[in-house]
């Protein structure tokens, strides 16, 4: 308990102290592609284009924010931005199966205790060779990631 207590007193003083919060949108895209890749490795018959093209959405609106904190673009909305980009990949439904999970991009194996799965509802599918609730997860996984692209994109007035 007290290193937790060490660990979140270490963090508190880290970002308070920030002008732009250290969060990395890019490396999470780049972590987003390598995710898609993986699924499309095993070979599947899935429609991936649509979680592809959120990606790339997503990929461009981190460049993007990259761009204007270079530029000196800072302050509460740009710190927002970073912050709260995460809020958009979660499920309302959540998880097939486990609608407690929201996490659309990262949550623990349904059998691996845990250990974390990339993109839990697709690969969680297609473990059971269940190619049609794979494909709706795909598509729910694209709608969260878009919507992360969307809000993470949008320039504050």
Not at 97 to 102: L, P, T
């Amino acid at each position: 308990m007290a290193g937790a207590a060490q660990i979140w007193g270490l963090l508190t003083m880290r970002l308070a102290d920030e002008d732009i919060l250290p969060f990395d949108h890019v490396a999470q895209a780049g972590a987003l592609q390598k995710y898609q890749k993986a699924i499309e490795a095993q070979g599947t018959t899935l429609d991936l284009s649509t979680l592809n093209a959120a990606i790339e959405s997503y990929a461009s609106a981190a460049a993007q924010i990259a761009t204007e904190i270079e530029n000196g673009a800072g302050g509460k909305d740009v710190n927002d931005r970073l912050a709260f980009t995460e809020r958009s990949f979660l499920s309302e439904d959540g998880l097939p199966g486990r609608g407690w999970m929201k996490h659309v991009l990262q949550a623990p194996g349904l059998y691996l205790g845990y250990a974390a799965e990339a993109l839990p509802g697709v690969q969680q599918a297609l473990d059971d060779d269940d190619l049609e609730v794979a494909q709706e997860q795909a598509e729910v996984a694209a709608e969260c990631i878009m919507n992360s692209a969307k809000y993470l994109g949008k320039v504050m007035a």
